[in-house]
């Protein structure tokens, strides 16, 4: 039999003579007569192919959406909202010993952007403003210090916690203060 020695060698005399596949290595019934390790390569190949080939375009994920954050500002106005360390109620009077208090406003939680506190010491008296203090904050607890109270005076202490973000959340406290 005449043919190419080499699996991968073309006899064009062959071709051009019997056709093709006429006693050709690649026709099926003569792959027996190839060596083992072309038929290994022949088969590695075609899987090769047949994995590699691009299937149909697959349309992308449509993303979930995410819901939007809804952050709830903690209220001033709840129970222990805003608490003040001296405040003896409304009904009584917080005694001070000497011209000057220091109070501390708590808050139980607080806006994320913050909050106002206005101080005042009014004399009840003739209702004029003695002290007056405004601070902006981030922490739960604030020291102020009330300043300008006049022994045998009473005075009414009103503290205005108010939130930068809104408005409409804001707590009051007042309470009668007075010098001995």
Known sequence: MSGPKNF?????KIIFNGGFAKNYYLYP???NKTPMKYNCLILVLCIGFIA???GGDSPAPTPTPTPPVVVVEPSLTATGGVIIDIDPGATNIYSVVGTSQRIEVKLAAIPASGVTIDTKLIKISDNTNAFTNSISSTSLTNPITVTGILPGVLYNLSVVVTSKSTASNTKTVEFKIASK
């Open 8 to 12: 991968y060698t073309i006899d064009f």
């Open 29 to 31: 019934a003569n792959l």
């Open 52 to 54: 590699c080939s691009k």
